[in-house]
């Protein structure tokens, strides 16, 4: 099975940065897709961005030219820049990842949910 380890979250101000990590461990299929999700209390967890084994990267339209998905050259790391950071992105965010084709994003997920990472975005 897979396992999913996520860090890097804190609280910024309005307009700032922050990077989060993922790190997936256990048996990974030969070629998978990792992803940013995201939820607060009483939502829908709602993805954010998603990478390709290849790295071929997609995003939420909510994020888009803000947030830059990324995958370390050993596979089973992805990161998570986040700028120009507004209130609304305040949530914990969860990673996982899902095996497909390796030019091509996908996410069932295939791993549990793990605790996430908080991410606070002070007005």
């Known amino acids: 099975q897979v396992h999913l380890v996520e860090s890097g979250g804190g609280l910024v101000q309005d307009g700032g940065s922050l990077r989060l990590s993922c790190a997936a461990f256990?048996?990974?299929?030969?070629?998978?897709?990792m992803g940013w999700f995201r939820q607060t209390p009483g939502k829908e967890r709602e993805f954010v961005a998603g990478?390709?084994?290849?790295?071929?990267?997609t995003y939420a339209d909510s994020v888009k030219g803000r947030f830059i998905i990324s995958r370390a050259s050993a596979k089973n790391m992805a990161y998570l820049r986040m700028n120009v950071l507004k209130p609304e992105d305040t949530a914990v965010y969860y990673c996982n990842a899902d095996a497909c084709d390796p030019d091509k994003y996908c996410s069932g997920p295939m791993a549990g949910w793990g605790q996430g990472t908080q991410v606070t975005v002070s007005s």
């Open positions: 990478i390709s084994w290849s790295g071929v990267s």
């Open positions: 256990g048996r990974t299929p030969s070629t998978y897709s």
